[in-house]
Structure formats: structure tokens, C-alpha cells
């Protein structure tokens, strides 16, 4: 079975970051930008300590989070009513549509994961709900 003449194999080596909506900084990876993906995205999280993200939900994407070190407290559901805390070595599934909100407690410790999406324009999807913002606090 051979490829088709358009397609090829790309490294990526992530180095600029971009502020994404939900107020946090991305090392981009896979993406429909950076190689043409269309139906994944990819990306490097760091949550600085204290670091908290804006409530927010992809519409139609889902995420997969694997975290590489420190932790994470995540607020989720259609009113962030539900909590849990991914440390490294987890991984965390959030369906499509489902609210979020993601929390380093820490003061001292960085939290980087591993994001993967099924949008290939990653910031597309992302809806901001600043009506949830205190029910995480």
C-alpha cells in the first residue's frame, strides 16, 4: 500500500510558544499549521505553579492529557461539579463538549502534559465560559 504522492512524514521540534485561550502558554506540535494535520493536534503544556486555566469546553473535540511531571487539579463538568487530580504517569480522557478547568495547587512545582486533540486547528473549537469560573475556586 504507498502513500499518496502529497504525503510525507514531518519532524516537528517545538520552540515558539502561543498563548491559548484558555490563558495558558502551548508548545506547539502536530497541527493543521505546522504539518498539515487534519485530524489531530498536538502539544506541549507546562502549568507554572499557582497556574490556572479559564473555564472552557472544545465543542466538538475530544482531549487526551498525558501528564510527564508535577500535577494537576481539573474541575469538569456541565457545571464543574466534578474534580480529580492527574499526577505524573496519568492519563486523562475529557469527551467532546464536556467543561473544564485545569489547576496547579502546587507553589513551587511546574506541571507539563502532553495534549492531544481531535481538532487539527486547536484553538478552534475552544469556548470560554467565564460563567463557571467560581465554581473552581
Known amino acids: 500500500m504507498s502513500s499518496p504522492p502529497d504525503s510525507e512524514c514531518k519532524l516537528i521540534r517545538p520552540a515558539v510558544p502561543y498563548d491559548g485561550k484558555q490563558g495558558f502558554s502551548y508548545l506547539e506540535g502536530i497541527s493543521a499549521e ?4 487534519t485530524g489531530i493536534a498536538m502539544m506541549l503544556l507546562t502549568v507554572p505553579p499557582g497556574g490556572r486555566a479559564k473555564a472552557h469546553m472544545h465543542e466538538a473535540h475530544e482531549t487526551a492529557v498525558f501528564v510527564l511531571s508535577g500535577e494537576v487539579e481539573t ?3 456541565h457545571n464543574l461539579e466534578h474534580r480529580i487530580v492527574t499526577k505524573a504517569g496519568d492519563m ?3 469527551p467532546a463538549g464536556m467543561p473544564h478547568l485545569p ?3 502546587s ?5 507539563s502534559a502532553v495534549i492531544a486533540r481531535t481538532d487539527p486547528r486547536e484553538q478552534e ?3 470560554l465560559l467565564p460563567e463557571l469560573e467560581s465554581r473552581a475556586d
Request: glycine share 10%.
Open 107 to 111: 507553589a513551587t512545582e511546574f506541571c
Open 75 to 77: 474541575f469538569y463538568g
Open 125 to 127: 473549537s475552544v469556548i
Open 92 to 94: 486523562f480522557y475529557i
Open 34 to 37: 505546522s504539518c498539515g494535520a
Open 103 to 105: 489547576v496547579n495547587r
